[in-house]
């Protein structure tokens, strides 16, 4: 039996993380993050101002190109202290399997196929081909921006798709994120950065039917094993 895809967003630095690498540990079940591709591509080909079909293509090839490039290892800006069973990114498709499966996507949407259902193929082929490598048969795909794109992560891989939203105190969220280099840089800044991150989505959760699941940041560390049960 096949398990439904299973996605973790929400804003920065609230935990999303700790969360998939703690799935991560269920010996079915492989943590797979950063993909932030998802959420470029979605612009790319779903947004309302998106470029003309063959731009996109060929932007989201280079795309690719670029993001690919130090796989199966990418760089982050983890601190010291924050170790995971995982790592702070755990990528175990190639370089060759991610330029072929975009390529792929590519020519089903310049042949008239649906975006979104294009995208939700590269997908699941390279999170597939993640979890075979590590002998596991299901995923989980961790990227904060997730919950940005949640409506477009529904219509490329259908009402089956699990959502786990997880939340932060935005005051934590605010001490944890303003030394990050992508984040906002003073802490009047984040009340708006926060709620830009989460309005999208979790407004798409609560008005349409779709397993869509909220945790608290400050019980899964407090109560980590009913959290995750």
């Given at each position: 039996?096949?398990?439904?895809?299973?996605f973790?967003?929400?804003?920065?630095?609230?935990?999303?993380?700790?969360?998939?690498d703690?799935?991560?540990?269920?010996p079915?079940?492989?943590?797979?993050?950063?993909?932030?591709?998802?959420?470029?591509?979605?612009?790319?080909?779903?947004?309302?101002?998106?470029?003309?079909?063959?731009?996109?293509?060929r932007?989201?090839?280079?795309?690719?190109?670029?993001?690919?490039?130090?796989?199966?290892?990418?760089?982050?800006?983890?601190?010291?202290?924050?170790?995971?069973?995982?790592?702070?990114?755990?990528?175990?498709?190639?370089?060759?399997?991610?330029?072929?499966?975009?390529?792929?996507?590519?020519?089903?949407?310049?042949?008239?196929?649906?975006?979104?259902?294009?995208?939700?193929?590269?997908?699941?082929?390279?999170?597939?081909?993640?979890?075979?490598?590590?002998?596991?048969?299901?995923?989980?795909?961790?990227?904060?921006?997730?919950?940005?794109?949640?409506?477009e992560?529904?219509?490329?891989?259908?009402?089956?798709?699990r959502?786990?939203?997880?939340?932060?105190d935005?005051?934590?969220?605010?001490?944890?994120?303003?030394?990050r280099?992508?984040?906002p840089s003073?802490?009047?800044q984040?009340?708006?950065?926060?709620?830009s991150k989460?309005?999208?989505g979790?407004?798409?959760?609560?008005?349409?039917?779709?397993?869509?699941?909220?945790?608290?940041?400050?019980?899964?560390?407090?109560?980590?094993?009913?959290?995750?049960?």
């Amino acid at each position: 039996m096949t398990l439904p895809p299973i996605f973790i967003g929400g804003a920065g630095r609230s935990g999303t993380t700790l969360l998939a690498d703690l799935i991560g540990c269920h010996p079915e079940i492989s943590p797979v993050y950063e993909t932030d591709f998802l959420r470029d591509y979605a612009f790319l080909f779903l947004a309302q101002d998106r470029p003309p079909v063959e731009m996109a293509c060929r932007q989201a090839i280079q795309y690719m190109d670029r993001w690919s490039q130090d796989l199966p290892h990418r760089p982050h800006n983890k601190a010291s202290h924050e170790r995971y069973a995982h790592g702070p990114h755990y990528l175990l498709f190639s370089r060759e399997e991610a330029m072929s499966a975009a390529v792929e996507c590519a020519q089903r949407i310049r042949g008239g196929g649906h975006p979104a259902k294009a995208i939700g193929s590269m997908a699941r082929r390279l999170f597939e081909a993640h979890a075979r490598l590590d002998n596991k048969r299901a995923w989980v795909n961790k990227t904060p921006a997730n919950l940005q794109i949640l409506p477009e992560l529904t219509t490329a891989f259908g009402s089956q798709i699990r959502f786990i939203h997880i939340l932060r105190d935005p005051r934590d969220v605010a001490c944890s994120v303003v030394d990050r280099p992508w984040g906002p840089s003073a802490h009047s800044q984040v009340g708006a950065w926060w709620t830009s991150k989460i309005t999208r989505g979790l407004e798409f959760a609560r008005s349409n039917r779709i397993p869509y699941m909220e945790v608290r940041f400050e019980d899964l560390v407090e109560r980590p094993e009913p959290v995750l049960n």
